[in-house]
């Protein structure tokens, strides 16, 4: 089997998570999250959807992290960001992590918004 080197760019990738925070480009952050190639920042959770919405220029996807287990998102929250134009992938937030980083990799433009584990 070959192995290839990852390599994000400029990109932050998610390199860990835990009880309650996620570790980016090396530095931790706790609570939710909005994450994208080129920031981080927190996030109130579904009730705001407007923060992902203002992204729908610079993103095709959204993965959403629902935390341990994959969750539904409501319905109200799904509209909002498809009225945009983004795709709304929900799954659990280790899967989520994951898959951003496998996108972000091949440079495709990919966000997360996560709820920690």
């Known amino acids: ?3 290839n080197e990852v ?3 400029s990109a ?3 390199d860990g998570y835990g009880p309650g925070f996620f570790r980016i480009g090396g530095e931790v952050h706790e609570g ?3 994450v994208t190639a080129a920031s981080v920042s927190g996030w109130a959770g579904f009730d ?3 923060p992902l919405v203002a992204l729908a220029n610079d993103l095709d996807v959204i993965f959403v992290g629902t935390g341990a287990e994959i969750a539904h998102v409501p319905a109200t929250f799904r509209e909002a960001l498809e009225a ?5 992938e929900p799954m659990s937030s280790p ?3 994951r898959t951003y ?5 091949e440079g495709r433009r990919v966000g997360l918004a996560l709820i920690p584990v």
């Open 95 to 97: 899967a989520a992590c």
């Open 12 to 14: 932050v990738p998610v």
């Open 1 to 3: 089997m070959q192995l």
């Open 32 to 34: 939710p999250l909005i």
């Open 101 to 105: 980083n496998v996108l972000l990799s």
């Open 48 to 50: 705001a959807p407007e």
């Open 7 to 9: 390599s994000y760019g």
């Open 84 to 88: 945009a134009g983004l795709g709304v």
